[in-house]
Each structure stands twice: as C-alpha cells, then as structure tokens.
C-alpha cells in the first residue's frame, strides 16, 4: 500500500481538497470512478441533505452539508485530470464568485435593490444577460427535477410567457388548502385516487407536465396580439 501524508493546509477548505487529491490518487475505488458513475451517489447525498434541513439535528446539518461538499470536491477533482479541458476547485470557485457579484448588483455594484421582489428583478436581468444564447424560457430547466419541484418551476415559466394556467379555485375547489399541511392532505389524498384506480402518479403529472412544455413554446413563438 502506498503511504500517503495527511493533508496539512491550514485552510479548512484547501485541506478538504488536498484531502481528496490524495484519496483520488491511492484508493483504487475512487480512481475507478467518473461523473457520471458518481451521479447515484450525488442524488443521495442531496436527499439526505434536504431531510437534514427539514427534519434533522444541527450536528445532521453540519455533516451532510459535508457530505455534498464531498461530492463538489469530488467531481472537480476528476475534471482536473481531463486531458482535454481541465479544470479545478479553484476554477469552480472563481467561476462561482464572479456569477455571484454579476447577480448581485445591489451588493457589488451600483444597483439599488429595497425589497426581495427587487433582487430577483436584478437577479433575473444578470442571468438573461449571461444567457443570451438561449431561445426559450425552458431552456436550461432540468427534467429530472422531482415532479413536482419540476410543475412548479414550470408553472412559473408559464406565467411569464403570459400563459393562463388553472387558479387555486379551478384546481381544487372553493376552498383551497390553506397551510403546507393541508396542501399536503389534498396531494396524499390525489395519491389515493391514483392508487385505488390503478393509475400512476407519477407518470400521470409527467405527461401532463410534457403537454405544459409544448404549451409554453406555443405562447413563446405564437405572434403578439395588435391593438387596435
């Protein structure tokens, strides 16, 4: 077995790098491993984050924020090797940084920003402006998104397309849930329809979520009404 010194960088970040640097170059497994074989275990870590947050301690937090750190580490580490365009944690930092002051105007540059609906006006013009190749307000959104963290990201989508989407009323009668809580009565209860007719949850709201998408890109390409 090859012997390998503990990282000894006084910075707890670098030394968390350098830590797996030197697991990346000794143990067999994680030399073995690329992006993609890491996926699975990306999603993990998230999942146990997100219960972390919700339902954990602070001890639970601080080690599963960790955890994902692992995996950022991880994947930058394997990039650094890339024979064709490599890059490094440092370069994710910097990469990170520099979005991070363009978007946020009111803190770095000379925007004025007094409530949060501000904010994310600047912050949705600095990212226009970042991604100005893309011809489409789905461009970008990730379909393997939970279903229904995916309805809501494209119900916002559909709204600023001016597309009309079903109000709370329509979509559950007269009196809508009024908490989380009971939000998440009506969606077991859904659950249980769904369940009792045979049918698949899941699937039902990813086709239905497919039909929204072409719905979207309709309302974006069909031609703007004239005044009279």
């Given at each position: 077995?090859?012997?390998?010194?503990?990282?000894?960088?006084?910075?707890?970040?670098?030394?968390?790098?350098?830590?797996?640097?030197?697991?990346?170059?000794?143990?067999?497994?994680?030399?073995?491993?690329?992006?993609?074989?890491?996926?699975?275990?990306?999603?993990?870590?998230?999942?146990?984050?997100?219960?972390?947050?919700?339902v954990?301690?602070?001890?639970?937090l601080?080690?599963?924020?960790?955890?994902?750190?692992?995996?950022?580490?991880?994947?930058?580490?394997?990039?650094?090797?890339?024979?064709?365009?490599?890059?490094?944690?440092?370069?994710?930092?910097?990469?990170?940084?520099?979005?991070?002051?363009?978007?946020?105007?009111?803190?770095?540059?000379?925007?004025?920003?007094?409530?949060?609906?501000?904010?994310?006006?600047?912050?949705?013009?600095?990212?226009?402006?970042?991604?100005?190749?893309?011809?489409?307000v789905?461009?970008?959104?990730?379909?393997?998104?939970?279903?229904?963290?995916?309805?809501?990201?494209?119900?916002?989508?559909?709204?600023?397309?001016?597309?009309?989407?079903?109000?709370?009323?329509e979509?559950?009668?007269?009196?809508?849930?009024?908490?989380?809580?009971?939000?998440?009565?009506?969606?077991?209860?859904?659950?249980?329809?769904?369940?009792?007719?045979?049918?698949?949850?899941?699937?039902?709201?990813?086709?239905?979520?497919?039909?929204?998408?072409?719905?979207?890109?309709?309302?974006?390409?069909?031609?703007?009404?004239?005044?009279?």
């Open positions: 077995m090859t012997d390998h010194a503990e990282p000894v960088a006084a910075d707890p970040l670098r030394r968390a790098a350098d830590t797996m640097k030197a697991v990346r170059d000794t143990c067999v497994w994680s030399q073995q491993i690329d992006h993609r074989a890491l996926v699975p275990y990306l999603v993990e870590e998230s999942a146990e984050l997100i219960d972390a947050v919700e954990g301690t602070r001890a639970d601080r080690e599963e924020l960790g955890d994902l750190l692992w995996q950022v580490l991880f994947h930058a580490e394997i990039a650094s090797r890339d024979t064709d365009d490599p890059f490094d944690i440092d370069d994710v930092a910097r990469t990170l940084t520099d979005k991070m002051v363009r978007r946020h105007p009111h803190v770095f540059g000379e925007e004025t920003a007094r409530t949060p609906e501000d904010v994310l006006v600047l912050w949705n013009a600095a990212k226009a402006a970042e991604k100005r190749s893309r011809t489409s789905l461009d970008g959104v990730s379909e393997r998104m939970p279903t229904l963290a995916l309805a809501q990201k494209l119900l916002g989508k559909a709204d600023s397309v001016g597309l009309r989407t079903p109000t709370d009323a979509t559950v009668g007269t009196v809508p849930p009024a908490s989380e809580e009971e939000l998440g009565e009506a969606l077991l209860r859904l659950v249980v329809i769904s369940r009792a007719r045979g049918w698949d949850a899941e699937r039902a709201l990813r086709g239905r979520l497919r039909s929204l998408q072409r719905e979207i890109r309709e309302a974006e390409t069909a031609p703007a009404d004239l005044e009279e």
